[in-house]
């Protein structure tokens, strides 16, 4: 079983070794590897940035959305009007000032958020306006919400491009740092992080007058948005009703494709149950109108409703490549930013250093080894020799064992592994001077070994456990750097306690039992 478990990822280990010797492994090869972080193999380095006020504008908005829903659904309706988004705040006006204290009453819930935090002010100006104001922790609860869910949509934006390993982390309170390994032209990732995919489905204002709407001028209750480019009325512009439409957070499948009607590259999306409720009345309700579908603020196309439609899916149209409809399948799959990201720091990390540090890292290595080597032989003669055997086996299955847990090397790593190499011997050393004091009080041979082992193996336990923890710890706390030195030791403690412990005293055992000694020479 032993020799099971070292040769199993002994084996995994040769593919991370002879690729870069130079051996070819073959394109389908599915033979686990290491992925080498952005310091070793070089790649793409971003940093993005949120914008603040994007996130309240996006806050005050939901809140009108809100406030009109609870306003309409109260018993009787409470009726209302001139309603205004001026300075941060969201006001309106009662057509009848006795329903103040209900309408309070109706929007008080609104107020609060998660743990009974309120984070939006209600005061009435007037006797008749109401005024809601976002408390500043109402505001540092959204912006720190957006930018938790911005890293997520990042992250799963990255995995299903198929890059390997990138590491994406919170820089302060608006800042997102992105580093994908080999990656050496960010052009399509900047482009794909950058697009924030937030889509909406927003009836036509058929009230609007083209000439208003292509001077800027939308009615009460409507806004104007332009077409992408690209589409077939790039420069045109578009009137839509602000409120009542659908958005994009309740998809739940994108897919580019192809429509087998005109040849055209489309995108098909699928809402979740509730959004396809919403989507199917929309279409209901407006059989034989218009509605735009908007993407981050364009209009790419404006169809009728010619029939409900009722089934949750739906398709995008506007003058796709195959590309550019694969690219947007992407981003409405792992959902929508909730907040637009700028690229604000572009660096590009070539592999030469990379190359290098591992080369030096290699030589360290080599280099130690030979040092322990020969002081364990010339120390414990043939179980010295064990232990240099235990520590090449040592090497190769945590390198198995990275390949296998798909884990990622960074030039901390490689002195992690440095120090496992000094490290792995020392179990040896206490287990042979152990053996060395049961011989001096005595003791035979094979129960000098037995002795040894078991007495030994108590205090290595104990140091590798409170190491064990500390390594536990900075993975888990730790990013960057500090993650990839985490992951070699913690590894390396596990690889050196096996390999020392149960390979050396199953070596050692067999030859005593082969060879029965009186005496050993340690």
């Known amino acids: 079983m032993l020799w099971a478990i070292t040769l199993a990822f002994s084996a995994a280990a040769l593919p991370s070794l002879l690729g870069p010797a130079g051996v070819e492994l073959g394109e389908d090869s599915s033979a686990p590897q290491i992925n080498l972080g952005l310091d070793l193999a070089g790649g793409s380095h971003l940093l993005l940035e949120a914008d603040p006020e994007e996130v309240a504008r996006q806050r005050l908005e939901n809140m009108e959305e809100a406030v009109e829903v609870a306003l309409e659904n109260a018993t009787p309706e409470i009726e209302f009007g001139d309603t205004s988004r001026s300075d941060g705040r969201l006001s309106f006006i009662l057509d009848t000032p006795v329903d103040i204290d209900r309408a309070r009453g109706v929007l008080e819930p609104l107020m609060m958020g998660e743990g009974l935090t309120r984070e939006w002010d209600l005061s009435v100006i007037d006797g008749q306006r109401m005024v809601l104001t976002p408390t500043d922790t109402g505001t540092a609860v959204a912006l720190n919400t957006a930018m938790e869910g911005a890293v997520e949509v990042v992250r799963r934006r990255i995995d299903l491009l198929g890059t390997k390993e990138p590491t994406i982390i919170r820089q302060g309170d608006t800042r997102i740092v992105v580093q994908v390994p080999g990656l050496q032209d960010p052009q399509a990732l900047k482009e794909q992080l950058g697009q924030t995919a937030q889509l909406e489905f927003k009836l036509v204002d058929q009230q609007a007058l083209p000439t208003n709407t292509l001077a800027g001028v939308a009615n009460p209750g409507s806004q104007i948005f332009p077409y992408a480019t690209g589409s077939n009325f790039e420069g045109q512009f578009e009137a839509v009703k602000r409120l009542g439409g659908i958005r994009g957070d309740s998809l739940t499948g994108a897919q580019a494709g192809i429509d087998q009607r005109n040849n055209e590259n489309i995108v098909s999306i699928q809402f979740d149950q509730q959004g ?69 720091e572009e660096r590009t990390v070539g592999p030469d250093l990379g190359a290098e540090s591992i080369r030096s890292g290699l030589i360290a290595m080599i ?26 086996f040592n090497v190769l299955i945590l390198l198995g064992a990275m390949a296998i847990g798909n884990f990622t090397l960074t030039l901390p790593g490689i002195a992690g592994f440095v120090l496992t190499v000094g490290a792995a011997v020392d179990a040896n050393v206490l287990i042979n001077e152990r053996i060395r004091e049961e011989r001096k009080r005595g003791r035979k041979v094979i129960t000098a070994v037995e002795n040894g082992y078991k007495e030994a193996s108590r205090a290595i336990y104990d140091a590798n456990i409170t190491n064990f923890i500390a390594g536990a710890l900075l993975f888990w706390f730790g990013s960057g750097p500090i993650r990839g030195f985490a992951v070699v030791l ?21 030859y005593l039992a082969a060879n029965r000694p009186k005496d050993i020479n340690i």
């Open 276 to 344: 396809g409720q919403k989507f199917a009345q929309l279409s209901t309700e407006n059989v034989g109108e218009r509605f735009a579908i908007i993407l981050d603020g364009e209009v790419i196309s404006a169809p009728f409703f010619n029939e409900p439609i009722l089934g949750g899916a739906a398709q995008i149209s506007g003058n796709f490549t195959a590309e550019s409809a694969n690219q947007l399948a992407i981003s409405l799959q792992s959902g929508a930013l909730p907040v637009p990201l700028t690229v604000i």
């Open 367 to 392: 280099i130690g080894s030979i040092a322990v080597v020969t002081l364990m032989v010339a120390t414990y003669g043939r179980f010295g020799v064990y232990a240099t055997v235990a520590l090449v």
């Open 490 to 510: 913690v590894i390396g403690l596990v690889t050196s306690v096996f390999t020392a412990l149960a390979l050396t005293r199953m070596w050692v055992s067999g």
